[in-house]
Protein backbone atom coordinates (compact mmCIF):
# COMPACT_ATOMS: atom_id res chain seq x y z
CA UNK A 1 0.00 0.00 0.00
CA UNK A 2 1.13 3.43 -0.43
CA UNK A 3 0.99 6.19 2.02
CA UNK A 4 2.64 9.84 1.71
CA UNK A 5 5.72 8.69 3.30
CA UNK A 6 6.21 5.33 0.76
CA UNK A 7 5.15 1.51 0.49
CA UNK A 8 3.79 -0.05 3.85
CA UNK A 9 3.17 -3.54 3.26
CA UNK A 10 -0.26 -4.78 4.53
CA UNK A 11 -0.89 -8.75 5.15
CA UNK A 12 -4.40 -9.35 5.01
CA UNK A 13 -5.96 -12.38 7.72
CA UNK A 14 -7.60 -15.76 6.85
CA UNK A 15 -10.79 -13.41 8.24
CA UNK A 16 -9.96 -10.37 6.19
CA UNK A 17 -8.36 -8.45 9.23
CA UNK A 18 -5.71 -5.93 7.71
CA UNK A 19 -2.18 -5.57 9.67
CA UNK A 20 -0.28 -2.81 8.58
CA UNK A 21 3.48 -3.18 8.84
CA UNK A 22 5.48 0.17 9.61
CA UNK A 23 7.51 1.40 6.33
CA UNK A 24 10.90 -0.25 6.05
CA UNK A 25 14.23 1.35 7.34
CA UNK A 26 17.23 1.01 5.66
CA UNK A 27 21.07 2.58 6.11
CA UNK A 28 21.81 4.92 3.27
CA UNK A 29 23.82 3.41 0.52
CA UNK A 30 26.91 5.53 -0.59
CA UNK A 31 24.76 8.46 -2.81
CA UNK A 32 25.64 7.91 -7.09
CA UNK A 33 27.89 10.02 -8.65
CA UNK A 34 25.88 12.25 -10.58
CA UNK A 35 24.04 13.32 -7.23
CA UNK A 36 24.83 16.89 -7.42
CA UNK A 37 23.66 19.64 -5.04
CA UNK A 38 20.74 20.80 -7.34
CA UNK A 39 19.77 16.76 -6.01
CA UNK A 40 20.32 17.71 -2.44
CA UNK A 41 17.61 20.77 -2.43
CA UNK A 42 15.02 18.98 -4.77
CA UNK A 43 15.25 16.57 -1.97
CA UNK A 44 14.61 18.87 0.36
CA UNK A 45 12.21 20.86 -0.76
CA UNK A 46 10.37 17.69 -1.76
CA UNK A 47 10.50 16.69 2.13
CA UNK A 48 9.10 20.76 2.91
CA UNK A 49 6.05 20.16 0.39
CA UNK A 50 5.36 16.94 2.34
CA UNK A 51 5.49 18.12 5.34
CA UNK A 52 3.59 20.76 4.57
CA UNK A 53 0.71 18.78 2.83
CA UNK A 54 0.89 16.20 6.07
CA UNK A 55 0.50 19.78 8.52
CA UNK A 56 -2.32 21.20 6.68
CA UNK A 57 -3.86 17.96 5.79
CA UNK A 58 -3.50 15.42 8.17
CA UNK A 59 -6.01 12.84 6.80
CA UNK A 60 -4.43 12.78 3.68
CA UNK A 61 -3.70 9.36 1.86
CA UNK A 62 -2.22 10.55 -1.48
CA UNK A 63 0.89 10.91 -1.73
CA UNK A 64 2.44 14.48 -3.30
CA UNK A 65 1.22 14.85 -6.39
CA UNK A 66 3.91 15.45 -9.39
CA UNK A 67 1.94 18.96 -10.40
CA UNK A 68 2.51 19.90 -6.38
CA UNK A 69 5.69 19.32 -6.84
CA UNK A 70 6.35 21.35 -9.97
CA UNK A 71 4.19 24.07 -8.44
CA UNK A 72 6.98 24.34 -5.68
CA UNK A 73 9.51 25.28 -8.03
CA UNK A 74 11.06 22.01 -8.86
CA UNK A 75 12.09 20.85 -13.00
CA UNK A 76 10.65 17.99 -14.56
CA UNK A 77 14.71 16.73 -14.90
CA UNK A 78 15.58 16.95 -11.53
CA UNK A 79 12.47 14.60 -10.58
CA UNK A 80 13.70 12.27 -13.29
CA UNK A 81 16.68 12.32 -12.28
CA UNK A 82 15.92 11.36 -8.38
CA UNK A 83 13.82 8.46 -9.90
CA UNK A 84 16.69 7.25 -11.57
CA UNK A 85 19.04 7.48 -8.82
CA UNK A 86 16.35 5.46 -6.61
CA UNK A 87 15.01 8.24 -4.42
CA UNK A 88 11.61 8.84 -5.08
CA UNK A 89 9.05 6.64 -7.08
CA UNK A 90 6.49 7.93 -9.36
CA UNK A 91 3.26 6.57 -9.71
CA UNK A 92 -0.42 6.88 -11.00
CA UNK A 93 -2.43 7.01 -7.79
CA UNK A 94 -6.49 6.57 -8.07
CA UNK A 95 -8.56 9.41 -6.45
CA UNK A 96 -11.65 8.00 -5.30
CA UNK A 97 -15.13 10.20 -5.08
CA UNK A 98 -17.97 9.85 -2.52
CA UNK A 99 -19.47 6.87 -3.76
CA UNK A 100 -16.02 4.87 -4.50
CA UNK A 101 -15.92 5.43 -8.20
CA UNK A 102 -13.04 6.36 -9.82
CA UNK A 103 -13.13 10.02 -10.59
CA UNK A 104 -9.01 10.19 -11.93
CA UNK A 105 -5.69 9.78 -11.64
CA UNK A 106 -3.03 11.60 -10.67
CA UNK A 107 0.50 11.67 -11.07
CA UNK A 108 1.83 11.29 -7.57
CA UNK A 109 6.09 10.94 -5.73
CA UNK A 110 6.86 9.26 -2.62
CA UNK A 111 10.24 8.56 -1.02
CA UNK A 112 11.80 5.07 -1.69
CA UNK A 113 13.39 3.30 1.44
CA UNK A 114 16.77 5.03 0.18
CA UNK A 115 14.55 8.64 -0.37
CA UNK A 116 13.54 8.29 3.53
CA UNK A 117 17.56 7.25 4.48
CA UNK A 118 18.77 10.57 2.80
CA UNK A 119 16.20 12.43 4.51
CA UNK A 120 16.93 10.80 7.99
CA UNK A 121 21.23 11.26 7.32
CA UNK A 122 20.85 14.94 6.22
CA UNK A 123 17.63 16.76 7.04
CA UNK A 124 15.59 14.88 9.66
CA UNK A 125 17.12 12.19 11.54
CA UNK A 126 14.07 10.91 13.31
CA UNK A 127 11.72 11.06 10.06
CA UNK A 128 9.93 7.77 9.41
CA UNK A 129 12.47 5.85 11.79
CA UNK A 130 11.11 2.48 12.49
CA UNK A 131 11.99 -1.05 14.24
CA UNK A 132 11.20 -2.85 11.03
CA UNK A 133 14.60 -2.50 9.48
CA UNK A 134 16.00 -4.20 6.17
CA UNK A 135 19.10 -6.16 6.54
CA UNK A 136 21.68 -6.01 3.67
CA UNK A 137 24.23 -8.74 2.99
CA UNK A 138 27.41 -7.78 4.83
CA UNK A 139 30.51 -8.01 2.60
Same mark, same amino acid.
Given at each position: ?????????????????????? !?????????????????????? !? $???? !??????? =???????????? $????????????????????? %??????? %??????? %?????????? =??????????????? !???????????
Amino acid at each position: MVTPHGEVDVEIKPDGEKVYYP !LKTEELNPLPAAFKSSHLSAMG !L $FHSV !LTYIKKH =QPNRSIPVTRKE $FLGSGESPAIIKDLMDMGMLV %GCLFPVL %GRKGANT %GSRACLYYTP =QGRAFIRSKVEPSYA !LTDNTVERNKV
